[in-house]
């Protein structure tokens, strides 16, 4: 069955970046000139997806209103007679069809795309975590679609990661079937340094079937009564369902810190034409040594 839909989870707190996100959601937070969350509705709108539903949180609010229609800031726009700006607000209100569902109490990552369902219905669907904005030819997850097109079942994005790093990772126990494609046999999040067998860690985004709702529904609640993805996809291989990996090809950052946020948006301005060579050059003044 061909995937249609995404769901995208933006109702963690961001609890990181305060106080900037005591009223600001964090997947609002600017990467150059655009939020975060665009990054990801963007890449989900290149792959193909006709639907994006977004898991939010009551304090959530504005990332509704970016995706909405200003009837208002349009006019300012036109009468100011500013094309190139009021072409961008009507393409985000134009970009996708977006649904919004409420996390009403935040029990964790499986909880949250269990708030789906209605919307998703009985189909395969991409997965995004916004935090991770990842940079590449072809769209991450579409790399991910063409491994499920190809071997069904669900798939999950890896990248390889040094032995100290993967501690903070969910690792996979992968047995290899083709270039950067491997079935799992096991997966475990954030192992101890003595339990580290593979070098590759989870990333944000996968391609799930609907074989993984009823599994959501019976996680049992983890580390702080939050029920974890990772705990699912483990009872998904147990079960006998078949999870593959795929790793992807693209440059993948970290923007739920601080620090990879700043990285991001100095490595993406740098590449565009009309304000890199001004940064490269301030950078360049520094003198950092």
């Not at 200003?70 to 649904?99: C, F, H, S, T």
């Not at 189909?123 to 069904?152: K, N, T």
């Not at 009564?225 to 483990?234: C, F, P, Y």
Request: aromatic content about 6%.
């Amino acid at each position: 069955m061909k995937v249609r839909k995404a769901v995208v989870l933006a109702a963690g707190y961001g609890t990181r970046f305060l106080p900037a996100t005591k009223a600001v959601p964090k997947e609002m937070l600017p990467l150059v000139d655009r939020p975060v969350i665009q990054y990801i509705v963007e890449e989900a709108v290149a792959a193909g997806l006709e639907h994006i539903v977004m898991v939010t949180s009551g304090a959530k609010r504005a990332v509704e209103d970016h995706f909405d229609r200003d009837a208002d800031l349009e006019r300012a726009l036109a009468q100011k007679k500013d094309q190139p700006a009021l072409r961008e607000v009507r393409r985000l209100g134009d970009m996708a069809d977006i649904a919004f569902v409420r996390q009403k109490e935040r029990r964790g990552i499986a909880h949250a795309v269990l708030m789906a369902r209605r919307v998703v219905g009985e189909e395969p669907f991409a997965l995004f975590f916004p935090d991770d904005v990842i940079v590449a030819e072809v769209p991450a997850i579409r790399q991910l679609l063409d491994v499920h097109a190809r071997y069904g079942g669900s798939v999950l994005a890896v990248q390889r990661l040094p032995r100290e790093e993967i501690v903070h990772y969910g690792m996979i126990t992968p047995e290899p079937i083709e270039e950067r494609v491997y079935r799992v046999r096991g997966i475990l999040e954030k192992p101890r340094l003595e339990q580290v067998t593979s070098d590759l860690g989870t990333v944000g985004r996968y391609v799930l079937g609907p074989e993984i709702w009823p599994l959501l529904e019976r996680t049992p609640p983890g580390i702080n009564g939050e029920m974890q993805l990772t705990d699912t996809l483990a009872m998904l291989i147990n079960e006998g369902y078949p999870l593959y990996a795929c790793r992807y090809e693209g440059e993948r950052f970290d923007t739920g810190r601080p620090i990879g946020l700043l990285k991001a948006a100095v490595a993406l301005a740098l590449r565009r034409e009309d304000i890199g060579p001004e940064l490269k050059d301030y950078l360049q003044s520094l003198h950092l040594g």
